[in-house]
């Protein structure tokens, strides 16, 4: 058995999909609610769907465990409430380990490049438990994210550890079954329908006097690769570490637009607006996975580059007519 927390969800259900086509019994524990987040699942059902408040209790008589993918989190880099944030991405996360590492159960968990803060050089985008001392998050997600990390880098330190763990700093990861995700859903999503509906792709006026607008830069990624490279883990049980997961490629976010525009077949129209307050100073206008640790790992597949992700994404789910939700194919 195999659990995923946050399963449901946009890389979790894609993540319950590649499981089950590999014939995995797999466990969700997540919060459906009321809205069509189930449709993520609709493909590849679990065999149940677990609260996380109860996910402890579940554990505690859910008998031999394989591995622990830990995806499930307040992801929103504008969250404001604190305890929330603790209660999910921190004090659950321990939880997980602990009980992990008492069970020898592998686990692996989603940290984040918002752990970065304002790095904006290639070389301060270095992962691995000995470079967390210098890093300074500029939002709550994100110092959530670097709590857990140095959390782990604690219990490691004194040998208290799952057999198997691997923690994966996900970049800027778009593609189905995101559609959920209301104001944190991807720029390729949001530029698609601003460019369908006959509207430029709007994108935000830089807020820095040293970058041009347009230009700010991200590690796009597209979503089966963040799957493959989980699998590849979980087929790797040998490999142990805290990884970047992006491409090792920043890209504007002008190539962004002017890529969906194309996968769409409409102009390359782009207009820009001015950024909001709330975003002012905490924005991340460069980010770059330092892919090099992985790699040394053994992890040698080739990402997707991005104008090609934007057309599976466009042309596969987004388009008209088309199944929208993920699906792996045998």
């Not at 890209?251 to 307050?277: I, K, Q, W």
Request: proline content about 5%.
């Amino acid at each position: 058995m195999i659990i995923v927390t946050g399963g449901a969800g946009f890389i979790g259900s894609c993540l319950v999909s590649a499981l089950s086509a590999r014939g995995c019994v797999s466990v969700v524990s997540d919060r459906l609610r009321s809205g069509d987040k189930w449709r993520n699942l609709h493909h590849s059902p679990p065999l149940a769907i677990v609260p996380p408040e109860e996910l402890e209790a579940f554990l505690a008589q859910a008998g031999t465990v394989d591995a622990i993918f830990h995806l499930g989190a307040v992801s929103a880099t504008t969250a404001r409430d604190g305890d929330l944030v603790w209660q999910s991405n921190v004090a659950l996360s321990t939880m997980l380990w602990d009980w992990c590492a008492r069970n020898g159960t592998r686990l692996i968990y989603a940290s984040s490049a918002a752990t970065y803060g304002a790095a904006d050089r290639p070389e301060l985008f270095r992962d691995g438990l000995e470079s967390l001392s210098g890093l300074e998050p500029m939002n709550l997600y994100g110092w959530s994210k670097h709590a857990f990390d140095l959390h782990v880098r604690r219990e490691t330190g004194r040998g208290h550890a799952p057999p198997q763990w691997a923690g994966l700093k996900f970049f800027n990861v778009y593609g189905p079954n995101e559609y959920h995700k209301g104001s944190m859903i991807s720029v390729v999503k949001v530029k698609y329908d601003e460019v369908v509906a006959g509207h430029p792709a709007r994108l935000f006026r830089s807020d820095r006097s040293d970058i041009a607008d347009g230009q700010q830069k991200r590690d796009f990624i597209w979503v089966g690769d963040i799957v493959d490279v989980m699998l590849w883990l979980y087929d790797h049980p040998e490999v142990s570490g805290l990884f970047n997961c992006g491409t090792g490629e920043a890209r504007s976010y002008l190539d962004l637009a002017y890529a969906v525009c194309d996968a769409a077949g409409r102009p390359r129209d782009v207009a820009f607006t001015e950024m909001p307050e709330a975003l002012r100073g905490q924005y991340q206008s460069y980010t770059c996975a330092d892919m090099t640790r992985i790699r040394a790992a053994g992890y040698d597949r080739p990402f997707t580059a991005l104008e090609e992700g934007i057309a599976r994404y466009v042309r596969g789910y987004l388009a008209p007519g088309r199944d929208a939700f993920f699906r792996i194919s045998l």
